[in-house]
């Protein structure tokens, strides 16, 4: 440690030295089952901290702060942060070291379960994680579904899933995911991070997508559940027809025929090709037979 300014600067947690130091100090053994990966990139941190377009004052919901690594960085930009960790064995671990932060505040629980606008009150905020990725999905739509007044979603996520949040109509990777990410969100892979930037290093290859929430959806649908409902159909049987897969999803053959038709898809198109709007198109008609 050293001193600047009359303030004493905390060892960077970001570093594979302090990350061993902290994990053998304390006799924690990383969890598989948690997801548990712990950034030893400072240039990592960073990169998320400026994604987020973190400034002081700011208020920042962390998923899974681990040993404080992000959060340390999420703090030193001077932001109010609060960070939800499922793991028992963290929280007494975070308040060492994190102690010199006064803007933090751990949150013990699951991301899934706790009450968000509860802890997070009333006020926009920003969201930053290095994410757990076995349960990467359901998190993104949890946090994005509930309209929560979150501008900026900044993750570190599995390469493969950033590229199907991307994926754009037609791409074989295009799906579900891709529709409900964009319809939320302007989403954009902002940094390639590889396994060696992890204690321990992952099989897979990572990186930070910043996703800017749009005040309003990509389209304006009638009712969003029945849009989601029809495109969860669409995704579920790739191999059909749209036509095929939307009945198999459980919409009536005639009523597909006249949305199909009122919204002006040909009835051999397959779900993968269909574009937000023509999806709105489609749940808009089947919103007005
Ligand atoms: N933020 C730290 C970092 O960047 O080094 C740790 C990231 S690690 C990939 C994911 C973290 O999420 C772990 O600390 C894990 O215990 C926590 N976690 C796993 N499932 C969770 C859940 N359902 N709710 C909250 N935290 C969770």
């Known amino acids: 440690m050293n001193k600047q300014d009359g303030q004493i600067l905390q060892p960077t947690i970001a570093s594979r030295e302090v990350t061993t130091h902290i994990l053998k100090a304390f006799g924690l053994h990383m969890s ?4 548990q990966n712990f950034l030893i990139d400072a240039s990592v941190v960073r990169g998320i901290v400026a994604a987020a377009e973190v400034q002081p004052g700011d208020r920042v919901l962390e998923i899974g702060p681990g040993i404080g690594t992000l959060t340390q960085g999420l703090a030193e930009a001077g932001a109010t942060v609060k960070a939800v960790e499922l793991d028992k064995k963290l929280p007494a671990v975070l308040k ?10 751990i949150i013990p629980g699951d991301i899934l379960k706790v009450n968000i ?14 994410l757990p990725y076995y349960i990467t999905t359901p998190i993104l ?5 509930r309209h929560l007044p979150i501008t900026h979603l900044v993750t570190m996520v599995q390469k493969e899933v950033a590229e199907r949040m991307t994926a754009q109509p037609g791409s074989r990777i295009y799906g579900a995911l891709s529709v409900a990410v964009q319809y939320y969100t302007e989403p954009e892979i902002v940094l390639n991070v590889p396994p060696r930037s992890f204690i321990p290093a992952p099989e897979v290859d990572s990186v ?11 389209v304006t649908v009638r009712d969003e559940k029945l849009f989601f409902r029809v495109v969860k159909a669409a995704f579920g049987q790739r191999r059909k027809t749209l036509a095929n ?27 993968e090709t269909l574009s937000l709007a023509e999806f ?7 919103a007005a037979l």
């Open 32 to 35: 598989k089952k948690l997801g």
């Open 96 to 105: 060492e070291t994190l102690a010199a932060y006064q803007n933090v505040e």
């Open 117 to 130: 606008p509860e802890i997070m009150g009333p006020g926009p905020f920003k969201v930053a994680a290095n």
């Open 141 to 145: 739509m949890t946090l994005l579904e």
């Open 208 to 218: 930070v997508i910043a996703c800017r929430v749009r005040e309003t959806p990509a």
């Open 245 to 271: 897969a939307l009945r198999g999803g459980g919409f009536p053959k005639e009523q597909v025929r006249d949305a199909m038709s009122a919204a002006g898809i040909d009835l051999l198109r397959r779900g």
């Open 280 to 286: 709105g198109h489609l749940a808009d008609a089947f």
